[in-house]
């Protein structure tokens, strides 16, 4: 194994920096950032030169929306293990940085997995903070959310909601769920407010986005079908300039023509990719697991309940890349930015994350020709 410590240089690969493709260039990488891009014959003295022939580099992976992988659900097993269980199992296809996610549950359970998450972090630097999916949602749009702990946002829950030592803490929730304000605090308090699970009014979404609410979760899922004269959250959110939105990249929670009509709609750079993964994400032999107290069963890309509802992903983001790019057809640079470039942006980490370009942390994927992982650095640590 080559010393981390030591700077090195690879070679021999097609380099996507986050903005174009670029070939015959050497990526430098010394102290875990990246130091420059050089001509193989540039390359200084003291760079231990490793070839990756074949190979597209490119700005490792930012899932902002992690419910579980190999197995593990947060929300079931709260602990340490879980959440480095969870990271280890995404991390093999691309993702160098995520948010673990839980999803509605009790007070005391959903703070059982915040604290969990806020102890690995110390143990894994690709912890970047947590994502918190209710419980304050909306009902009919509630999908796998188990509506006995659905509720609004109470003074108590306000208070509650804090980012603590420079994580990034995201809460999902619809704005019909909240008084005027509340969203304001939260915001002033280091949330990053996403609006999700909704019938939220425009009038209601444009209150929530003046008051700091940063994007949308998981674009078109569990949100109204577009209407004529009453359009929907969906359609609100690729009309805002400013907002982010997510949208799950497995080319089955939302149809790939979908996909390319939100492309179109939003404004460039302003829609990024998420992987929504369930336990099943990453696992040799994905097993039946239990979602909000209902056993759920993989198939294909997707796991349902008993109902049949899909109750989240099977892909992780790295193999939603290769969906968006040899399924749904779309740019490869444009789904490169999605994985990497703009959830980096989402989350205000643009100058530290998602290009390869020097300055920037040495998080990189190499990709085969089929888009399939094949190495993974972190902070230019080796890590798969």
Not at 172 to 201: N, Y
């Amino acid at each position: 194994m080559p010393d981390t410590h030591t700077p090195f240089a690879l070679t021999d690969a097609i380099l996507f920096t986050g903005e174009t493709f670029i070939e015959q260039q050497a990526l430098l990488v010394k102290a875990g950032r990246i130091v420059d891009l050089v001509p193989i014959t540039a390359i200084p003295e003291g760079y231990q030169r490793q070839s990756y022939p074949h190979a597209i580099l490119a700005p490792g992976f930012i899932d902002t929306q992690v419910n579980g992988g190999d197995n593990v659900l947060l929300n079931e097993t709260p602990s340490i293990e879980s959440v480095l269980k969870i990271v280890q199992a995404h991390r093999k296809t691309g993702t160098t940085r995520i948010l673990p996610t839980c999803v509605t549950d009790d007070s005391v359970a959903i703070q059982r997995a915040v604290e969990a998450v806020r102890a690995a972090r110390p143990k894994d630097p690709s912890i970047l903070g947590v994502h918190q999916e209710g419980p304050h949602l909306n009902q009919e749009y509630q999908g796998a959310h188990h509506a006995q702990w659905l509720r609004d946002l109470s003074t108590e829950d306000l208070a509650g909601y804090k980012a603590k030592n420079g994580e990034i803490y995201i809460l999902t929730l619809a704005p019909e769920r909240t008084k005027p304000g509340q969203i304001r605090q939260l915001v002033q308090q280091g949330i990053t407010v996403c609006i999700g699970h909704t019938d939220a009014t425009q009038e209601q979404v444009k209150a929530a986005l003046a008051e700091g609410a940063r994007g949308f979760t998981h674009l078109y899922t569990r949100m109204p079908p577009i209407r004529t004269r009453a359009p929907g959250v969906a359609v609100y959110a690729m009309n805002d300039a400013d907002s982010y939105c997510g949208i799950i990249g497995d080319g089955t929670h939302v149809d790939p023509e979908l996909v390319k009509l939100a492309l179109r709609a939003k404004k460039k750079d302003r829609l990024y990719f998420v992987s929504d993964a369930s336990p099943a994400a990453g696992a040799e032999k994905a097993q039946p697991f239990k979602m909000s107290g209902v056993m759920a069963y993989p198939q294909d890309k997707i796991c349902v309940n008993e109902s049949g509802t899909i109750v989240g992903a099977k892909l992780t983001l790295g193999e939603c890349v290769v969906e968006a790019i040899k399924r749904m057809k779309l740019p490869p640079e444009t789904v490169l930015r999605m994985a990497s470039t703009i959830p980096a942006a989402f989350l205000g980490l643009d100058k530290k994350f998602g290009y390869l370009l020097p300055n920037f942390e040495a998080d990189i994927v190499a990709l085969d020709h089929n888009f399939k992982a094949t190495a993974v650095w972190r902070s230019g640590e080796k890590v798969f």
